[in-house]
């Protein structure tokens, strides 16, 4: 890394990175195509190369109302970087927080703050104040730009910081809006060109958060080198799209697996993405009908539903589904290739690692096994002691390649998550003799449910707000159709009862106060929890009666 060298003016990022003996390995010399020069800015590589090559006029984004061509978006991009240089005042190293679904100005958004040298942390539509709050304050944001649809809890939660202080100079500006102080009125006039900021390929581009098990976000800085890289493995290595392609899928851009698969992945290429501002399953299968789409990414959840669902319907344009964010149980896989004479490419990344590091397409494909190490990774298998296990005995997954995992300012957790050098993903795989891994189960207490990621204690945190709660421990329970759900076993103070009234209203609560995939689908009444001498709640047992 060419840490020396730096295109930020603002070092928040730099100053919070973990020390180096905490700091992954990396390697970009697995493969010739990891060879970037040291000073880049990945929307140029991405984007303006584009125009540069001639295909500006090439579709770059579908969405329900139309399309925009790849220059369409490079000139949106660049208006917007002129508004926030020229009149947001954003200089190369600012964070930007993003809010809203899917949709074109989502996307541009994300390349004119890129090209401004600005640092993207997107979010969800789903996410409430508090959650927002907390995002912003742990990345210290003073600029939000928000869907006008979803702007009002974005609104509210950069009014004050999370100890009820002012956000003094905190900004929010809305897009998709007419409004006056809207981006779209800012962004008239401005120039359709723009010089990008000569960023290090070393400088962060985007904090992803992820949700943690701890009940707090956990922000992942991801630099210009690493979005890069992550667009020349799995996708060049094991997808294989052609420029002819259209990707199409359900996460929203916050994801990095969406981030990845519906925005970086075809913008290499010179590809195009169809992007839906609503996806669940019902939805994506009218879109791959109407719009004729060839690559899907999307969550098992979603192909065991849209199995259910195909009858006359024509998704015949589909050639490649790729799954990811949870385990693909062999069922899944199995009948979606049924239904479909599709083979459903399965993959595991990480938040931390910023896409898939480990899969197999076509004919390599081995149901029930996640794949074989991508391209410009290395993985093995460890025991709590970090030494490699034999093949066929099932340990902790431990990864190594051209991206890792670097906390925002979180010591704590990095230490547990890159031991020895090595990103330690929280997952117990076992690796057989041809290099396949097979995963087994979570080493920690995240709940994977519908291809979200939940972390217990956050939904813990909620439900001890209400009065009824006197203790509570939220676990993932099984699931058929989900993988996962939340389950919370709760203790009442003394007056209240338990029963199916009680029930809703506890799951009204927490759908109001965070993103409504986190409330507990499942709860139980206890008298008591299982706790250690110190105090600390021993969610394994509970796991235990969990049938």
């Excluded at 995002?135 to 649809?149: M, N």
């Excluded at 929203?252 to 993405?273: D, E, K, V």
């Excluded at 029930?368 to 460890?382: D, E, M, W």
């Excluded at 704590?412 to 090595?422: A, M, S, T």
Aim: aromatic content about 8%; glycine content about 10%; charged content about 25%.
């Amino acid at each position: 890394m060419n840490q020396g060298v730096t295109g930020h003016v603002d070092t928040f990022c730099a100053d919070r990175m973990p020390p180096p003996e905490l700091v992954p390995l990396r390697e970009w010399s697995a493969i010739p195509e990891l060879s970037y020069p040291d000073m880049m800015n990945c929307a140029s590589m991405l984007l303006d190369s584009m125009i540069a090559s001639g295909r500006g006029e090439r579709t770059a984004i579908r969405f329900q109302d139309g399309s925009w061509t790849y220059r369409q978006l490079f000139e949106t991009a660049n208006r917007i970087a002129n508004v926030l240089v020229d009149d947001l005042g954003v200089v190369p190293g600012n964070r930007v927080l993003l809010r809203g679904p899917n949709n074109p100005m989502m996307a541009a958004c994300w390349f004119g703050v890129i090209k401004a040298g600005g640092v993207v942390v997107c979010t969800m539509p789903l996410l409430r104040e508090r959650e927002l709050r907390f995002v912003a304050d742990k990345a210290e944001i003073g600029l939000a730009l928000t869907d006008t649809r979803f702007a009002d809890e974005c609104n509210a939660a950069f009014i004050t910081h999370s100890d009820g202080s002012d956000r003094d100079g905190a900004r929010v500006v809305h897009f998709n809006s007419d409004a006056h102080f809207g981006l779209e009125p800012m962004m008239r006039g401005k120039s359709a060109a723009f010089i990008n900021c000569r960023t290090s390929a070393d400088d962060i581009a985007i904090i992803a958060f992820t949700s943690g098990t701890t009940g707090e976000g956990k922000g992942t800085m991801h630099s210009h080198r690493d979005i890069m890289s992550i667009t020349d493995c799995f996708p060049r290595h094991v997808l294989k799209p052609s420029e002819d392609d259209v990707f199409c899928g359900s996460p929203p851009l916050a994801f990095t697996y969406a981030l990845g698969g519906l925005l970086l992945f075809p913008m290499r290429i010179g590809a195009c993405t169809l992007l839906l501002e609503q996806a669940t399953p019902p939805f994506l299968l009218d879109a791959i009908e109407g719009q004729r789409p060839t690559i899907c990414f999307t969550a098992p959840t979603a192909y065991r539903a849209m199995s259910g669902m195909l009858e006359g319907r024509d998704i015949s344009s589909l050639r490649k589904c790729v799954s990811a964010g949870e385990a693909l149980p062999r069922t899944v896989y199995e009948g979606w290739l049924e239904a479909t004479g599709l083979k459903i490419i399965d993959g595991i990344g990480a938040t931390e690692m910023l896409h898939i590091f480990i899969s197999a397409a076509e004919d390599e494909i081995r149901p029930g096994s996640t794949g074989r190490i991508v391209p410009g990774y290395r993985a093995r298998i460890v025991n709590e002691d970090g030494n490699d296990l034999p093949n066929g005995t099932i340990g902790r997954l431990a990864v190594i390649g051209p991206t890792g995992c670097r906390y925002l300012d979180n010591i704590e957790r990095q230490r547990e998550y890159v031991q020895n050098g090595w990103n330690l993903t929280g997952d117990s795989y076992k690796r057989d003799d041809d290099g396949y891994f097979w995963y087994q189960a979570r080493t920690d207490d995240m709940i994977i449910s519908g291809g979200y990621n939940i972390g217990g204690p956050e939904v813990e945190n909620v439900l001890l707000e209400h009065p009824a709660v006197l203790e509570c421990g939220v676990i993932g329970e099984p699931h058929e159709q989900r993988g996962q759900i939340v389950k919370a076993v709760i203790v009442l103070r003394p007056g209240y009862e338990g029963g199916p009234k009680l029930v809703k209203e506890l799951q009204d609560f927490v759908k109001a106060r965070i993103a409504p995939y986190k409330y507990p689908r499942a709860v139980e009444f206890a008298e008591s929890l299982p706790r250690t001498n110190t105090g600390k709640l021993q969610r394994y047992r509970l796991r235990e009666n969990t049938p």
